[in-house]
């Protein structure tokens, strides 16, 4: 009887100089490429702060933590801006993250007909192509009243509490926090969808294998072994809530002003820019800039930590 032995691998053929300048040619293109997009970045950054040059210049830092925003007496904060930017964004991210990653893993694996996950696929990505004066419309006619009767009763119930202390009367934070959810939901399910269907098939037959249950092996494999991919639709999402205008412009009630209460009305810094540009002129254009500018510095700085807590994942 005899044994067959095993096979070496075939020896790689050198490369001939075509595809030798061929592979350099790319090389060179995509760092082209890359270094474009960078410049491209710290050139928009550059151009923002030179036009918000006066009102930095003239309010300082103290521009970031002053409520007023008067064009009669030239005086311009940010803070009710900043502050309605981020009770949006978080309240677009509690309702629309869970959801969303919910909707890929429920989407990536055999829980339901291939035939069935696939119109349901496309119905989801549908809505990333809705306009966003639509989604205002539609908060305006029907969201709005439905949280109106919502926000009612809760500020009758709980009223003493600071979130709640306010009787919806109409626009206000969570009404364009809810519909920022339902616009970022897209991007959350088909990127976090991706990844988690791009993962190798030898994970779940391993995990399972070793006598995992199911939602074990979904939760204790699939989700951390595609957590960067996950992370990073969280983080285009959280650009997308960050600087959408007309939705919020129509449903947030545009008031400068800081309130706690979700039921009362506030304001962005994409929804000031969009409601005030048109008309501004002089030291007023300068504070929408530097406003903008303040925008800008926060998506980066949300960006450069969502990158922090990738890496420190992929360490651990």
Not at 35 to 61: D, K, M, T
Not at 141 to 149: E, S
Not at 235 to 260: F, Y
Not at 289 to 304: E, R, S
């Amino acid at each position: 009887m005899t044994t067959s032995l095993p096979q070496a691998p075939p020896i790689a053929q050198p490369r001939t100089p075509q595809e030798k300048f061929v592979d350099r040619g790319f090389i060179w293109l995509t760092r082209i490429c890359a270094y474009g997009i960078a410049l491209l970045l710290l050139f928009i950054g550059l151009r923002v702060a030179i036009e918000a040059g006066p009102a930095i210049s003239q309010f300082g830092l103290g521009f970031l933590v002053t409520e007023s925003w008067n064009p009669v007496t030239s005086v311009y904060g940010a803070l009710p801006v900043i502050y309605g930017t981020f009770v949006t964004c978080a309240i677009a991210l509690l309702l629309g993250v869970p959801i969303g990653v919910g909707t890929a893993i429920f989407l990536s694996e055999n829980f339901i007909p291939v035939a069935v996950r696939t119109v349901l696929v496309f119905l989801i990505e549908l809505l990333a192509a809705i306009p966003s004066v639509v989604y205002g419309l539609w908060g305006i006619f029907v969201l709005i009243p439905i949280l109106r009767d919502f926000g009612g009763w809760l500020h009758n119930a709980a009223g003493w509490f600071p979130l709640f202390s306010t009787q919806p009367t109409g626009p206000g934070l969570l009404p364009a926090g809810v519909v920022l959810a339902i616009m970022i939901l897209p991007i959350i399910t088909a990127i976090s969808r991706d990844s988690l269907a791009s993962l190798p098939p030898e994970l779940r037959q391993a995990s399972i294998g070793l006598g995992a249950t199911r939602w074990e092996t979904i939760f204790r494999v699939l989700v951390p072994a595609a957590f960067s991919g996950i992370i990073g639709a969280i983080i285009l999402a959280l650009g997308r809530a960050m600087g959408e205008t007309m939705a919020v412009t129509m449903l947030i009630g545009n008031s400068n002003q800081v309130n706690i209460s979700l039921f009362a009305p506030g304001n962005t810094v994409a929804s000031l820019l969009a409601s005030q540009f048109a008309e501004a002129s002089g030291l007023q254009v300068s504070a929408l800039m530097y406003a903008g500018l303040v925008l800008f510095f926060m998506t980066f700085v949300v960006n450069v930590i969502a990158e922090l807590i990738v890496m420190q994942v992929k360490k651990f």
